[in-house]
């Protein structure tokens, strides 16, 4: 079997390869140098014996994603562009939520706030206009491996401590459900003790709305919260804008979200991509406010963020305005996404455009 075939070390839960690596107990070793330790080789691995190193180098590759470009933002946020092991590549991007905040006295008050966005699938099926992942079609799905591998790399390359929190949001390239069994695999790796140990209550799925898959996400009952591309209030402008809207369209949509399990201190997340004269008018918040009806949900408004190319254009910031404050009138919470990195290419399938292109 050539060596790009094999699965990755990062493929197993902690279960699975204790039933692998003989005696057991290695496995946990293992598993601390991976996601204590970020090791990137086997030979760093100091307590295990030789000849299981070198069975493991020949068994179960580490080296499966390498940093290929990487731009940071001013308000501290990082975009990475990630080679896979069939020189495909895909984005994830590091967000600083909260900065470190220290006292008068120099001692650390608040340590920093991170959310990561990472990628599940190389490409995308489900088109969207507004999204430029989409022009480039679907190559494949992610494997187990390459979800976590993102989450380590980036907790290395910023050398976030290995009990430092951070939060999840499969928001990246791809539609995580598309991406079901691996995707789930992913939720159950990130959540063990033994490794990462980021909670499930952590990790946010958003998914452009395939009403299926969401209720087969709600029969596992996984504790992670859940995230809906919705972007329209009516199903003409949604088939523009998501064109899967066709199969799956709002009705079926809100159906499937009444039915998952939610937490009752958390709420289902609508995210509303408002884009200028599309929209953004209080016609449509009006219509968002009767569909949310009976559903535990916070909008959360997220201004368009352009690309070259695109004919769609951000909203100005009044409707944004108009839009939240009639929501919360009406007893829905709405918040406007604080936008991220609009000095470097972070929307999606920007920064992997910008390298195909040869750009710098």
């Known amino acids: 079997m050539a060596k790009e075939e094999l699965p990755s070390i990062y493929d197993y839960t902690l279960d699975e390869l204790k039933e692998k690596l003989k005696p057991s107990f290695r496995a946990k070793q293992v598993y601390n140098w991976l996601y204590k330790k970020y090791a990137s080789s086997y030979d760093d691995m100091k307590n295990l014996p030789n000849e299981l190193k070198e069975d493991l180098k020949a068994n179960y590759p580490i080296d499966i994603m390498q940093i290929v470009k990487k731009e940071q933002s001013r308000d501290g946020s990082i975009k990475y562009l990630f080679k896979l092991r069939d020189n495909h590549t895909v984005e994830a991007v590091l967000l600083l939520m909260k900065d470190k905040k220290i006292d008068e006295d120099g001692q650390i ?57 951070l939060n999840i949001v499969y928001m990246g390239m791809g539609e995580p459900l598309d991406n079901f069994d691996n995707f789930t695999k992913a939720v159950e790796i990130f959540s063990e003790l033994d490794g990462l140990a980021i909670s499930r209550r952590r990790q946010t799925v958003s998914t452009s709305g395939i009403a299926s898959k969401i209720k087969k996400l709600g029969e596992k009952d996984l504790g992670m919260q859940l995230a809906i591309s919705l972007h329209a209030v009516d199903d003409e402008l949604r088939s523009e804008l998501i064109p899967m809207n066709k199969a799956y369209n709002i009705a079926s949509i809100i159906e499937a979200v009444k039915g ?101």
């Open 260 to 360: 998952f399990p939610v937490d009752t201190r958390k709420k289902v997340m609508f995210e509303y991509l408002v884009i200028k004269d599309k929209n953004d008018s209080i016609d449509a918040a009006r219509k968002l406010v009767t569909l949310l009806n009976g559903i535990q949900a916070k909008v959360n408004l997220i201004y368009f963020n352009p690309y070259p190319g695109t004919s769609y254009q951000r909203p100005v910031e009044e409707d944004m305005l108009r839009f939240k404050d009639f929501l919360n009138q009406k007893g829905v919470i709405c918040t406007i996404r604080e936008s991220k990195g609009l000095d470097i290419s972070a929307a999606c399938g920007q920064l992997k455009e910008k390298e195909a292109n040869g750009n710098s």
């Open 109 to 165: 008050v608040r340590s920093e706030k991170y959310t990561v966005c990472i990628s599940s699938q190389v490409g995308c099926k489900v088109g969207c206009s507004f999204c430029l992942t989409a022009k480039g079609g679907f190559v494949r799905n992610l494997t187990v491996g390459e979800y976590i591998a993102q989450i380590v790399n980036i907790k290395r390359d910023n050398q976030i401590a290995e009990n430092k929190a």
